[in-house]
T-cell receptor
């Protein structure tokens, strides 16, 4: 079993839709959680960083963490064609490899006009 | 633009050869991380340096080595290259080990023929 599980999709939605992306994890030592957006063969771009359970909002993006269920989500409101990309969840912390990030496999999102 | 730079962008080399990938972190960042991204394995953590010292190690092959120099730039050395080493190699940086998230560079695409 992988430490981080992410539905690879692909996910296709119409412009303006609310998108929900999810990851589950098994390592209870994870302390911080991030979401990245990656356009084809480009470097991952940091979208959200959170350290605690609960919600964090930034513009059209909301990150949600539920440590008790080992479940994190990213919501995208009013999705745009420019949001079409691969979304990666990442988490880390705890133990001797505090800086190491463990990534999900990524969800491919397409927003069509 | 994340502020992290990587050179070269592309590298094509033959099996058995040795290559060096270079990374300059964002101004002020002390931590540098290296990741490998392949189609079948996703993004995998290789190694982390903090202010010149190795801080964490992932499943990095013995044929691979890295270092961080006094000016904080980092180099990843890959030797005795195999076809399976073909991948995207990303460098990321952060101010403190993961405080506020890791910022990725554009990557180096390595093709081993």
């Amino acid at each position: 079993q992988k430490e981080v599980e992410q539905d690879p999709g692909p996910l296709s939605v119409p412009e303006g839709a609310i998108v929900s992306l999810n990851c589950t994890y098994s390592n209870s030592a994870f302390q911080y959680f991030m979401w990245y957006r990656q356009y084809s063969r480009k470097g991952p771009e940091l979208l959200m960083y959170t350290y605690s359970s609960g919600n964090k909002e930034d513009g059209r993006f909301t990150a949600q963490v539920d440590k008790s269920s080992k479940y994190i989500s990213l919501f995208i409101r009013d999705s745009q064609p420019s949001d079409s990309a691969t979304y990666l969840c990442a988490m880390g912390g705890g133990g001797t490899s505090y800086g190491k990030l463990t990534f999900g496999q990524g969800t491919i999102l397409t927003v069509h006009p | 633009d994340s502020g992290v730079t990587q050179t070269p962008k592309h590298l094509i080399t033959a099996t058995g050869q040795r290559v060096t990938l270079r990374c300059s972190p964002r101004s002020g960042d002390l931590s540098v991380y290296w990741y490998q991204q392949s189609l079948d394995q996703g993004l995998q953590f290789l190694i982390q340096y903090y202010n010149g010292e190795e801080r964490a190690k992932g499943n990095i092959l013995e044929r691979f080595s890295a270092q961080q120099f006094p000016d904080l730039h980092s180099e990843l050395n890959l030797s005795s290259l195999e076809l399976g080493d073909s991948a995207l190699y990303f460098c990321a940086s952060s101010a403190e080990p993961t405080t506020g998230g890791q910022y990725f560079g554009p990557g180096t695409r390595l093709t081993v023929t």
